[in-house]
Nanobody, 123 residues
Framework: VQLQASGGGVVQAGGSLRLSCAAS????????MGWFRQAPGKEREFVAS????????YYANSVKGRFTISRDNAQNMVYLQMNSLKPEDTAVYYC?????????????????WGQGTLVTVSS
């Protein structure tokens, strides 16, 4: 499995960015795709996830109502639309794939990870 994240950049507080994750190497039916982030000096944290087949979504409380995760099954893409960005959203964002998804909020539940894309939100 290969995951390629892109779309990071620098944005002012209140702005928007859309992250993309290109997934390849297998069919992803039954998988859960997730976005995690890690800010400097902090632990990696769950942001959002989506079930590949049904499109069921889950969000961290800190991003609920501002971020939207989606997927395009035909293109094998996963997206994270981030609106109303705050300086505390600054982090490296990683996409990940889990074959089980039972504990979708735990990084340890994910088998494969992309390389990360940096999001910087200035105040």
């Amino acid at each position: 499995v290969q995951l390629q994240a892109s779309g990071g950049g620098v944005v002012q507080a209140g702005g928007s960015l859309r992250l993309s994750c290109a997934a390849s190497g297998r069919t992803f039916g039954g998988y859960v795709m997730g976005w995690f982030r890690q800010a400097p000096g902090k632990e990696r944290e769950f942001v959002a996830s989506i079930t590949w087949s049904a499109g069921r979504t889950y969000y961290a409380n800190s991003v609920k109502g501002r971020f939207t995760i989606s997927r395009d099954n035909a293109q094998n893409m996963v997206y994270l639309q981030m609106n109303s960005l705050k300086p505390e959203d600054t982090a490296v964002y990683y996409c990940a794939a889990s074959s089980s998804g039972t504990y979708y909020w735990r990084g340890s539940d994910y088998n494969d990870w992309g390389q990360g894309t940096l999001v910087t939100v200035s105040s």
